[in-house]
């Protein structure tokens, strides 16, 4: 008996991002103005950007539910794990405290890490890239 095939990963793993950026986008909606001390000073109109950002994470969560939207919704989510990452380098070096959010390396030093994580998994989960398994012929 064989475990599950790389699809059936990969919509997993589609499934599991859907969830968390749908998660992560609500809470830009409803907590924008708490976030607003992570973001960099040469970010122009901050809160809007918050907003914005939100908006498009849920995008991208449904976009990776939708066949024909999931290769874009991919490379968005990708982008987008690669533009906050100012946002996230501020909160850990500056020490911003934001109430709910942990101010300890044991939290900084995984997310600062794993962020190229999230980069490989909305790609590989949108089927923009094999790495490293490749594709059985």
């Not at 809007?48 to 976009?63: D, K, P, Q, R, S």
């Not at 990776?64 to 946002?87: D, E, F, K, N, Q």
Request: contains cysteine; aromatic residues 12%; hydrophobic residues 55%.
């Amino acid at each position: 008996m064989t475990g599950p095939d790389a699809e059936t990963w990969r919509r997993r793993l589609r499934y599991a991002l859907a969830l968390i950026y749908a998660d992560i986008g609500i809470v830009h909606l409803v907590a924008a103005d708490a976030m607003l001390p992570l973001m960099p000073d040469w970010v122009p109109a901050p809160r809007l950007v918050i907003l914005a950002t939100g908006l498009c994470e849920i995008a991208g969560a449904i976009g990776l539910l939708t066949r024909s939207l999931r290769r874009a919704a991919a490379i968005g989510l990708a982008l987008y794990a690669v533009c906050v990452y100012p946002a996230n380098l501020k909160h850990a070096f500056e020490a911003v405290h934001v109430d709910g959010i942990p101010d300890s390396w044991w939290y900084h030093g995984p997310r600062l890490a794993f962020q190229p994580v999230f980069v490989w998994a909305a790609l590989w989960a949108g089927g923009l890239i094999d790495w490293p398994f490749g594709r059985k012929t």
